[in-house]
Protein backbone atom coordinates (compact mmCIF):
# COMPACT_ATOMS: atom_id res chain seq x y z
CA UNK A 1 0.00 0.00 0.00
CA UNK A 2 2.74 2.47 0.85
CA UNK A 3 4.17 1.62 -2.77
CA UNK A 4 1.38 2.95 -4.17
CA UNK A 5 1.12 5.90 -2.20
CA UNK A 6 4.36 6.84 -3.54
CA UNK A 7 3.67 6.24 -6.62
CA UNK A 8 0.91 8.06 -6.75
CA UNK A 9 2.44 11.07 -5.31
CA UNK A 10 5.78 10.79 -7.49
CA UNK A 11 2.99 10.55 -10.65
CA UNK A 12 0.08 12.81 -10.22
CA UNK A 13 1.51 16.04 -10.49
CA UNK A 14 3.25 15.44 -13.62
CA UNK A 15 0.47 13.74 -15.50
CA UNK A 16 -2.31 16.33 -14.69
CA UNK A 17 -0.23 18.92 -15.40
CA UNK A 18 0.90 16.82 -19.31
CA UNK A 19 -2.84 16.13 -19.82
CA UNK A 20 -4.67 19.77 -18.74
CA UNK A 21 -1.71 21.65 -20.59
CA UNK A 22 -2.17 19.23 -23.24
CA UNK A 23 -5.73 20.06 -24.19
CA UNK A 24 -5.18 24.08 -23.36
CA UNK A 25 -2.35 24.20 -25.77
CA UNK A 26 -5.06 22.91 -28.46
CA UNK A 27 -7.57 25.51 -27.53
CA UNK A 28 -4.86 28.50 -27.82
CA UNK A 29 -3.93 27.31 -31.12
CA UNK A 30 -7.27 27.36 -32.19
CA UNK A 31 -7.87 31.08 -31.18
CA UNK A 32 -4.53 32.05 -32.38
CA UNK A 33 -5.82 30.95 -35.59
CA UNK A 34 -9.65 32.19 -35.67
CA UNK A 35 -11.75 29.98 -34.00
CA UNK A 36 -12.83 31.12 -30.42
CA UNK A 37 -14.77 27.95 -29.86
CA UNK A 38 -12.37 26.34 -26.97
CA UNK A 39 -12.27 29.72 -25.43
CA UNK A 40 -16.31 30.11 -25.34
CA UNK A 41 -16.16 27.00 -23.53
CA UNK A 42 -13.92 28.49 -21.20
CA UNK A 43 -11.56 25.33 -22.52
CA UNK A 44 -8.51 27.24 -22.39
CA UNK A 45 -7.53 27.37 -19.19
CA UNK A 46 -5.13 25.75 -16.59
CA UNK A 47 -7.41 24.93 -14.18
CA UNK A 48 -7.33 20.97 -14.65
CA UNK A 49 -11.08 20.59 -13.37
CA UNK A 50 -12.06 21.91 -16.71
CA UNK A 51 -10.47 19.12 -18.56
CA UNK A 52 -10.64 15.94 -16.11
CA UNK A 53 -12.25 13.16 -17.73
CA UNK A 54 -13.02 10.69 -15.12
CA UNK A 55 -11.76 7.19 -17.22
CA UNK A 56 -8.71 9.10 -19.15
CA UNK A 57 -7.48 11.33 -16.63
CA UNK A 58 -7.90 9.05 -13.57
CA UNK A 59 -9.17 5.92 -14.40
CA UNK A 60 -6.89 4.70 -16.97
CA UNK A 61 -3.72 6.23 -15.53
CA UNK A 62 -4.71 5.26 -12.20
CA UNK A 63 -5.16 1.35 -13.78
CA UNK A 64 -1.53 1.68 -14.96
CA UNK A 65 0.17 2.79 -12.21
CA UNK A 66 -1.88 0.02 -9.71
CA UNK A 67 -0.91 -2.69 -12.57
CA UNK A 68 2.90 -1.53 -12.70
CA UNK A 69 3.17 -1.80 -8.17
CA UNK A 70 1.79 -5.10 -8.43
CA UNK A 71 3.41 -6.72 -11.00
CA UNK A 72 6.60 -5.15 -10.50
CA UNK A 73 7.29 -4.04 -14.37
CA UNK A 74 7.54 -0.17 -14.75
CA UNK A 75 4.59 0.92 -17.26
CA UNK A 76 4.78 4.71 -18.96
CA UNK A 77 1.19 5.56 -17.21
CA UNK A 78 -0.51 7.91 -19.88
CA UNK A 79 -4.18 8.84 -20.50
CA UNK A 80 -6.47 11.44 -22.25
CA UNK A 81 -8.91 14.58 -20.71
CA UNK A 82 -11.73 15.81 -22.59
CA UNK A 83 -10.84 16.69 -25.74
CA UNK A 84 -11.40 20.29 -26.29
CA UNK A 85 -14.03 21.88 -28.78
CA UNK A 86 -12.34 22.41 -32.13
CA UNK A 87 -14.48 24.09 -34.85
CA UNK A 88 -11.95 23.19 -37.68
CA UNK A 89 -13.86 25.51 -40.43
CA UNK A 90 -13.92 28.47 -38.44
CA UNK A 91 -9.78 28.29 -38.52
CA UNK A 92 -8.40 30.86 -40.97
CA UNK A 93 -7.25 28.29 -43.76
CA UNK A 94 -8.74 24.91 -42.02
CA UNK A 95 -6.52 22.30 -43.38
CA UNK A 96 -3.43 24.45 -42.94
CA UNK A 97 -4.26 25.41 -39.43
CA UNK A 98 -5.06 22.18 -38.65
CA UNK A 99 -1.61 21.29 -38.61
CA UNK A 100 -0.73 24.15 -36.06
CA UNK A 101 -3.59 23.36 -33.79
CA UNK A 102 -2.90 19.66 -33.80
CA UNK A 103 0.80 19.94 -33.01
CA UNK A 104 0.26 22.21 -30.19
CA UNK A 105 -0.69 19.63 -27.73
CA UNK A 106 2.25 17.06 -28.45
CA UNK A 107 4.47 20.39 -28.42
CA UNK A 108 3.46 21.52 -24.92
CA UNK A 109 4.04 17.77 -23.99
CA UNK A 110 7.77 18.44 -25.35
CA UNK A 111 8.03 21.58 -23.64
CA UNK A 112 6.99 20.00 -20.18
CA UNK A 113 9.46 16.86 -20.39
CA UNK A 114 12.09 19.70 -21.13
CA UNK A 115 11.43 21.86 -17.82
CA UNK A 116 11.05 19.16 -16.09
CA UNK A 117 14.76 18.20 -17.13
CA UNK A 118 16.05 21.44 -16.34
CA UNK A 119 14.09 20.83 -12.86
CA UNK A 120 16.23 17.68 -12.32
CA UNK A 121 18.97 19.86 -13.04
CA UNK A 122 18.00 22.83 -10.35
CA UNK A 123 17.65 20.24 -8.04
CA UNK A 124 21.30 18.87 -8.33
CA UNK A 125 22.88 22.51 -8.31
CA UNK A 126 21.05 23.60 -5.11
CA UNK A 127 22.70 20.26 -3.29
CA UNK A 128 19.31 17.67 -3.91
CA UNK A 129 16.78 20.12 -2.34
CA UNK A 130 13.45 18.79 -2.61
CA UNK A 131 15.29 15.23 -1.71
CA UNK A 132 14.49 12.00 -3.34
CA UNK A 133 10.83 12.15 -4.11
CA UNK A 134 11.07 15.58 -5.91
CA UNK A 135 13.90 13.74 -7.97
CA UNK A 136 11.50 10.73 -9.11
CA UNK A 137 9.01 13.66 -9.86
CA UNK A 138 11.44 15.25 -12.38
CA UNK A 139 11.78 11.62 -14.21
CA UNK A 140 8.19 10.85 -13.58
CA UNK A 141 7.26 14.14 -15.52
CA UNK A 142 9.82 13.78 -18.53
CA UNK A 143 8.22 10.26 -18.65
CA UNK A 144 4.53 11.13 -18.88
CA UNK A 145 5.30 13.84 -21.01
CA UNK A 146 7.09 11.96 -23.43
CA UNK A 147 5.07 9.15 -23.32
CA UNK A 148 1.75 11.60 -24.30
CA UNK A 149 3.31 13.33 -26.77
CA UNK A 150 4.39 9.93 -28.41
CA UNK A 151 1.72 8.66 -28.11
CA UNK A 152 -0.88 11.55 -30.04
CA UNK A 153 1.73 11.69 -32.80
CA UNK A 154 0.56 7.88 -34.17
CA UNK A 155 -0.58 8.94 -37.61
CA UNK A 156 -4.27 7.86 -37.11
CA UNK A 157 -7.08 10.13 -36.46
CA UNK A 158 -8.74 11.60 -33.92
CA UNK A 159 -4.83 11.28 -32.39
CA UNK A 160 -3.10 14.40 -32.97
CA UNK A 161 -0.81 12.62 -35.59
CA UNK A 162 -3.98 11.89 -37.95
CA UNK A 163 -4.97 15.32 -37.62
CA UNK A 164 -1.00 16.36 -38.82
CA UNK A 165 -1.25 13.70 -41.08
CA UNK A 166 -4.97 14.95 -42.92
CA UNK A 167 -3.26 18.32 -42.77
CA UNK A 168 -0.33 17.37 -44.46
CA UNK A 169 -1.80 14.65 -47.18
CA UNK A 170 -3.00 15.67 -50.74
CA UNK A 171 -7.32 16.51 -50.45
CA UNK A 172 -7.54 12.70 -51.88
CA UNK A 173 -5.86 11.16 -49.53
CA UNK A 174 -6.57 13.22 -46.40
CA UNK A 175 -9.95 12.56 -46.97
CA UNK A 176 -9.65 8.89 -47.34
CA UNK A 177 -7.40 8.97 -43.74
CA UNK A 178 -9.92 11.05 -42.14
CA UNK A 179 -12.70 8.42 -42.66
CA UNK A 180 -10.92 6.18 -40.15
CA UNK A 181 -11.72 8.90 -37.28
CA UNK A 182 -14.49 6.88 -36.14
CA UNK A 183 -12.52 3.75 -35.89
CA UNK A 184 -9.48 5.48 -34.29
CA UNK A 185 -10.00 4.18 -30.86
CA UNK A 186 -10.13 1.20 -31.00
CA UNK A 187 -7.53 0.79 -33.84
CA UNK A 188 -5.30 2.39 -30.92
CA UNK A 189 -6.33 -0.42 -28.40
CA UNK A 190 -6.05 -3.10 -30.54
CA UNK A 191 -2.39 -1.72 -30.88
CA UNK A 192 -1.92 -2.17 -27.51
CA UNK A 193 -2.94 -5.22 -27.13
CA UNK A 194 -1.02 -6.67 -29.45
CA UNK A 195 1.52 -4.80 -27.39
CA UNK A 196 2.58 -3.11 -30.66
CA UNK A 197 3.65 -0.19 -28.93
CA UNK A 198 5.70 -2.14 -26.68
CA UNK A 199 7.98 -2.94 -29.35
CA UNK A 200 7.42 0.60 -31.70
CA UNK A 201 6.53 3.24 -29.08
CA UNK A 202 7.70 2.65 -25.40
CA UNK A 203 11.66 2.09 -26.27
CA UNK A 204 11.68 5.59 -27.85
CA UNK A 205 10.87 7.02 -24.36
CA UNK A 206 14.34 6.78 -22.95
CA UNK A 207 15.69 7.47 -25.74
CA UNK A 208 14.18 10.85 -26.01
CA UNK A 209 14.51 11.12 -22.13
CA UNK A 210 18.40 10.60 -22.80
CA UNK A 211 18.32 13.66 -25.19
CA UNK A 212 16.79 15.63 -22.94
CA UNK A 213 19.16 14.97 -19.94
CA UNK A 214 22.00 15.67 -21.81
CA UNK A 215 20.95 18.63 -23.70
CA UNK A 216 20.22 20.11 -20.13
CA UNK A 217 22.96 18.65 -17.94
CA UNK A 218 20.99 16.79 -15.71
Not at 46 to 65: E, K, Q, S, W
Not at 116 to 133: E, F, N, T
Not at 135 to 148: D, E, W
Request: proline fraction near 8%; aromatic fraction near 10%.
Amino acid sequence: MMNLVLVILVWAIPLLLAITLHEAAHGYAALRLGDPTAYQAGRISLNPLRHIDPVGTVLVPGAILLWGVLSGHSFPPFGWAKAVPVNFGRLSNPKRDMFWVAAAGPAANLLQALAWSLLAVLQRMLGGYGGDLFYAMTQAGMVANLALMLLNLIPIPPLDGGRIAVSLLPHRWAWRLARIEPYGFFILIALLYMDVLDVVLWPLIPVLKNMLTFSSGA
